[in-house]
């Protein structure tokens, strides 16, 4: 009876193998190409119903590909994500949690992989952070057989014509578009993008200045107009409009040198931007519009576009990309291949599944943002002094015993996202902000009597945040409304997944190494 | 697709599947070994490397007795233990469990707070079904006569024996064991038996009463004499240095000496299954004849064992005589000795409850016997006395990669890869040249560290952990 019944469903096991065609999404050799774009918002993509014509390419792209709308990254800062993403790992897990940190090496890199299979590593690097400020050049450069940055101000670090000398072997290419980052504007563009959303009248607070992090609010939020809003945001388009060309461009260079049917393209944002969301600008905490981008997976194995809308986390990149050349994940990853979570998606057409149900993001402190607690120990260290001065002579005595408080670990900042809800864990609240910028541009301030001087040169900020903060992001994409309290389910069952989540991750390996001497001098091919 | 072509090839596949299947299970049907209610004894020859058994293709006549067994039995080509030393592999063999899963992988734990005392299965792995124990069960008598020191009882081999000798206190060997078995056979003659016999003959610390020399085919003229002391003193240079300097003369020497002791063990192996013979229990009597582990001899600039995972200390001899098997008289694929366990009940027909299978890694040799190739991947592991934390893998096709995690303060995450065909010496450290095959097995390893419900973050205690009675001190 046993074997009649072993008989019967192995010829129904046929018939559906039959009548289903597993989409064959493997494409073993195939070359690989992963586009960072630095600072891309989601909501300012076309696609996602921006009501500029930002990005054409990007969005007809997508069209044509494996779009993830709801790609969350693991951290805030450009090569702290970056870092998670090609180990596949949590900051916390691979200890790369600032600039100038050393990574564990049992963190495997996806390069590094890449490169035990044959292929000839790439990089082409455009954002600053991969090749002047911190550590991250010197750990991941090696593992490339060439390294290049662009030096052109506002320039691309790839050619389209250096395309044609790609088609002789198998590649991974790694291209960082930096151009969105701030400084806003792109000003040494062509003037059809410097001009293309500004306003021309403008004449307000930022007109004739170079719209950097000392020049925009920053971690100090202050009263700026609509209008100086609306300038900042024009100039940010400009410089996602000049990206979006360049990746039409590039697309159309790989076309042109016949590299489309046998290359997969990933294109990511390793994070998005406050543009006054919060009364700040640039990207310095993990709410959802820097920490929400966007993913688009391009494989030629896979003809089908589909849209999924489950959340997509960047450390599942590198398991995705060698899923789809058949190379063994290792075990160090911590993400998943996205493809094979989503084959029932590809092949009936549901758009919204069970995995990613939960994405997570930290904010870990670095210096000079955050005071570095470990690197602090002992008096003369300067980020802990300083603000232990400051501090002290604002009277803010909580926020001094907060300080002293966590003086033998990190602290952290801490979401868990939903495609409806996000909470986020703020320990030791009332020393949040507190941060201290050495800039010597706060002297010449000074000295010139400006408004929006961050006077003295280092400023304290001290927040009176709850300890979590709940949104609703279905109706408050933006986060501007905290409704912790008021939610008690909701609120409950997502702190029961994040303390699920904090005790599960692996970082017993991990010393956050911290290399005090920063610029380090890289030679450059 | 074309519905005509859907339903045609539906159509073939089932014909094919029918014959294929019914097919098979006739064939399956006929050749089902059963020894039902057969005793089963397990022989260990404790240290023995495989390498110095004359019918694993040493030149010297060693072992005649039990080559002679052998050539009647069916030969496992490429055993592996999974552990170099016999404290950890003896447990293994009962529990068909990796070390790091039983965790008795030292003769005392490491507990918390630290106290002195034997690491002992039913503590570390209360959960853990030992084979004597399902044989017990099933309604077999079942006796253990040992050599104590590693297979010592109390540690958890002796859990579910009725008689378990592990006495006098030391390294016995098969003159002391052997005598008890025989008599215990004579007047139980009617019991179903499981036995387990074991020697410590071939071991460094087994004291040689008389050292005949009769191996040492040269003239010796070196520093040494052959006695434990001077073995035991090697063994600790070599794990304080790294390294032991001996001559070649020397090495040749030692191992001599090792191949009297084996000789002689052999001759009490010859005289038990002549006993057993005697008896008319040949017929109706399982008998697996293996090794823990085998010793190194300078292999790699050490003697002794526990220390590495080359494959001086863990491929070892594996001989299984089934009555009335109908087998291959040489089974070449790669084997643990993990496998004894779910082999003696596939041997026996004795079905296990589920708890047994899923703690069961092994897996049962049945069709190696019969003549299949099952080699598979294989793993191994050591923490010696503290003094290394070792992990290694080596593939069905000859790959092995072990992980060093740590061997002195500071030494971490240690790699070495191998290709056993070309280099089965291992004296060619491939991993800085095969990347490609490093990093699967590293992964492979790593996998399988995560199954074994371990990882390798640690941490990894270097310190003492005594063994012999002078250590630690």
Not at chain 1, 45 to 67: E, M, Q, V
């Amino acid at each position: 009876m046993n074997n009649r019944i072993i008989f019967v469903a192995c010829l129904i096991f046929v018939l559906l193998i039959l009548v289903f065609e597993k989409p064959n999404y493997k494409c073993a050799n195939c070359n690989i190409i992963l586009i960072s774009v630095d600072s891309v918002r989601y909501d300012h993509l076309g696609i996602n119903g921006y009501s500029r014509n930002t990005t054409p390419n990007i969005d007809n792209f997508a069209r044509d590909s494996i779009f993830f709308p709801n790609y969350i990254t693991q951290a805030y800062l450009t090569p702290i994500s970056e870092a998670s993403i090609h180990t596949s790992r949590y900051p916390s897990s691979n200890g790369f949690v600032g600039f100038i940190y050393y990574l564990d090496p049992q963190s495997t890199k996806l390069e590094d992989v890449l490169k035990y299979y044959g292929y000839n590593n790439y990089a082409f690097v455009g954002s600053g952070n991969f090749f002047g400020d911190g550590t991250f050049v010197n750990q991941f450069s090696p593992s490339y057989k060439v390294y290049r940055r662009t030096y052109e101000s506002d320039g691309f670090p790839l050619n389209i014509s250096e395309l044609k000398n790609f088609t002789k072997e198998k590649f991974f290419l790694w291209i960082s578009i930096g151009n969105i980052h701030w400084p806003y504007g792109v000003p040494n563009a062509p003037q059809k993008y410097v001009d293309m959303f500004v306003d021309k009248n403008y004449s307000g607070l930022f007109k004739n200045q170079t719209l950097d992090g000392e020049v925009v609010p920053r971690i100090k939020g202050w009263d700026i107009t609509s209008n100086d809003r609306q300038y900042i945001i024009d100039n940010y388009d400009s410089g996602l409009k000049y990206s979006d060309d360049y990746i039409g461009e590039l697309l159309q260079g790989l076309k042109e040198n016949d590299l489309i049917k046998n290359t997969i393209i990933v294109i990511q944002s390793e994070h998005g931007e406050e543009l006054g969301d919060h009364g700040r600008f640039t990207h310095n905490d993990i709410w959802e519009n820097t920490i929400h981008t966007f993913l688009i997976i391009n494989n030629p194995a896979l003809k089908d576009s589909k849209t999924i809308l489950t959340q997509a986390q960047g450390i599942d990149i590198m398991p995705t990309i060698l899923d789809m050349v058949d190379i063994p994940i290792p075990e160090s990853a911590q993400g998943k291949s996205l493809i094979s979570l989503s084959l029932i998606s590809l092949i009936f057409g549901k758009a919204d599944l069970d995995f990613n149900k939960y994405a997570f993001t930290e904010r870990i402190p670095y210096p000079s943002f955050f005071p570095d607690i470990i690197n602090t120990r002992g008096e003369n260290a300067i980020p802990i002094k300083v603000v232990y001065d400051v501090l002290s002579r604002y009277n803010q005595t909580d926020a001094l015993q907060d300080l002293k408080n966590t003086n033998n670990s990190f602290y952290e900042h801490i979401s868990v996202r939903t495609n409806d809800w996000k909470l986020i864990e703020r320990p030791y609240q009332r020393i949040n902000d507190v941060s201290q910028l050495i800039y010597t541009y706060s002297k010449k301030c000074e000295e010139e009597n400006k408004t929006y001087c961050i006077y003295p040169n280092f400023f304290v900020r001290v927040q009176n945040y709850s300890s979590y903060q709940l949104f609703n992001l279905k109706n408050d994409p933006n986060e501007q409304n905290d409704l912790y309290g008021r939610n008690l389910s909701i609120e409950t069952e997502l702190i029961r997944i994040l303390n699920q989540w904090k005790e599960s991750r692996d970082s017993s390996g991990v010393q956050y190494i911290f290399n005090s001497s920063v610029f380090v001098n890289y030679t450059f091919n | 697709m074309n519905f005509k072509i859907i339903l045609g090839l539906l159509a073939l596949m089932t014909l094919i599947f029918t014959v294929f299947y019914f097919d098979f299970y006739q064939n399956n049907k006929n050749k089902q070994y059963s020894c039902e209610n057969c005793n089963v004894i397990i022989v260990a020859f404790d240290a023995m490397q495989s390498s110095h058994v004359g019918t694993y293709g040493y030149p010297i006549n060693t072992t005649p007795n039990l080559d002679d067994f052998a050539s009647n039995s069916i030969l496992f080509k490429n055993a592996i233990s999974p552990a170099p030393w016999t404290v950890p592999t003896y447990i293994s063999w009962f529990t068909s469990m990796y070390p790091s899963e039983h965790r008795v992988v030292n003769k005392f734990s490491v507990y918390d707070p630290p106290i002195t005392i034997v690491a002992n299965l039913r503590n570390l792995t209360p959960t853990a079904v030992t084979l004597a124990e399902i044989m017990k069960q099933n309604g077999y008598t079942t006796v253990g006569f040992t050599g104590d020191a590693g297979a010592r009882g109390v540690q958890g081999n002796s859990i579910g024996f009725d008689i378990y000798v592990d006495t006098p206190a030391g390294f016995n060997g098969f003159d002391s064991s052997i005598p008890l078995a025989i008599d215990w056979l004579k007047n139980n003659s009617e019991k179903k038996f499981f036995m387990f016999i074991h020697g410590y003959d071939s071991h460094g610390q087994y004291n040689l009463k008389n050292f005949t020399k009769r191996f040492v085919d040269f003239n010796y003229t070196g520093r040494f004499n052959g006695t434990i002391q001077e073995q035991a003193q090697l063994r600790e240079e070599g794990l304080a240095n790294g390294v032991v300097n001996l001559t070649v003369d020397d090495v040749r020497f030692w191992r001599a000496w090792y191949d009297e002791k084996i000789n002689d063990a052999d001759a009490r192996f010859g005289n038990f299954i002549n006993e057993l013979k005697k008896e008319g229990l040949l017929n109706k009597t399982i008998i697996i004849v293996a090794s823990d582990h085998g010793t190194e001899f300078y292999e790699h600039n050490r003697l002794d064992h526990g220390h590495t995972l080359y494959q001086e200390l863990i491929h070892v001899p594996l001989v299984v005589w089934a009555p009335n098997f109908n087998g291959v008289k040489i089974a070449a694929s790669q084997v643990s000795t993990l496998d004894m366990m779910p082999t003696i009940f596939d041997l026996l027909n004795m079905p296990v409850n589920e708890t047994v299978e899923t703690q069961m890694k092994g897996q049962s040799l049945i069709s190696a016997m019969k003549g299949e190739n099952v080699s598979r991947d294989v793993y191994s592991e050591t923490d010696y006395r503290l003094f290394t934390h070792k992990r290694a893998i080596i593939t069905a096709d000859g790959w092995k990669f072990v992980l060093t995690l740590a061997e002195a303060p500071g030494t971490k995450n240690v790699k070495e890869l191998y290709n056993l065909n070309l280099d089965p010496t291992e004296k060619n450290n491939l991993i800085n040249s095969e990347l490609r095959i490093a990093y699967e097995l590293e992964q492979k390893l790593l996998k399988h560290l995560m199954e074994m419900k371990t990882s390798i973050e640690g941490p990894w205690i270097i310190g003492c952990s005594a063994v012999y009675a002078d250590q630690c001190t």
